[in-house]
């Protein structure tokens, strides 16, 4: 069972560049997230997304964009990239109609702006 | 101020040990409640649900005050497999956004 997928695990970008992150899950859930981690400051929402063609900002949405095309699939991208976006980012789903709020996260992107 | 805090640790204990952490929330319309577990360079999981009558999991016992806005969690004779991070989580809306505390770190020690 692969569960939640994101690729790819490592990336060291230079300021300006650009990329994409992809979350994929194979549960069929209706809602994923995209969080990004920073010591001391746990974990923050980025965008999240409660259906395919649906998408809706977070606590920390700017220099960020996603798109959910698919439903098993949540895109993060980065136009322009920056030092301050150094971290380590997390996607996450979880099912409709269950109840006991868990969600599954992938194991995390880290990426380091120079 | 922050929507959710949590101790800022770490704790150390040894084995045997009982440990409490605190977990306060600052939205009270809030609906839902988790304690996750992060290990050391890995993804949260999900330890177990807050009810508000309180809850037990084997060793791990979750409390739930609405009043005081406060969650707790208590590890009784703690093992070495429990070191790792205990993130508290609140749910405002379901399905859209969990807020999650910092984390308190906990070490175990033979």
């Known amino acids: 069972n692969a569960g939640v997928t994101q690729t790819p695990k490592f990336r060291v970008l230079k300021t300006g560049q650009s990329m994409t992150l992809l979350c994929a899950q194979d549960?069929?859930?209706?809602?994923m997230y995209w969080y990004r981690q920073d010591p001391g400051m746990g974990l923050r929402l980025i965008h999240y997304?409660?259906?395919?063609?649906?998408?809706a900002k977070g606590e920390v949405p700017d220099g960020y964009n996603v798109s959910r095309l698919k439903k098993q699939n949540f895109l993060l991208g980065l136009e322009s990239a920056a030092p301050s976006q150094t971290s380590v980012y997390f996607c996450?789903?979880?099912?409709?109609?269950?109840?006991?709020?868990?969600?599954?996260f992938g194991e995390g992107s880290r990426l380091t702006v120079l | 101020r922050k929507e959710v805090e949590q101790d800022p640790g770490p704790f150390n204990v040894p084995e045997g040990a009982t440990v409490a952490f605190n977990c306060t929330y600052s939205?009270?319309?809030?609906?839902?409640f988790f304690w996750y577990r992060q290990d050391c360079r890995k993804e949260p999981k999900l330890l177990m649900s807050?009810?508000?009558s309180g809850n037990e999991d084997g060793r791990f016992t979750a409390q739930l005050n609405r009043a005081s806005q406060y969650i707790s969690l208590l590890i009784r004779d703690s093992k070495l497999s429990d070191s790792a991070t205990y993130l508290c989580?609140?749910?405002?809306?379901?399905?859209?956004?969990?807020?999650f505390g910092p984390g308190t770190r906990l070490s175990v020690l033979p």
């Open positions: 997304s409660v259906g395919e063609g649906t998408t």
């Open positions: 807050v009810y508000s």
């Open positions: 939205n009270s319309a809030s609906q839902s």
């Open positions: 996450a789903s979880l099912g409709q109609g269950a109840n006991t709020g868990e969600l599954f």
């Open positions: 549960m069929n859930h209706e809602y």
């Open positions: 989580v609140v749910n405002e809306h379901y399905g859209q956004n969990f807020v």
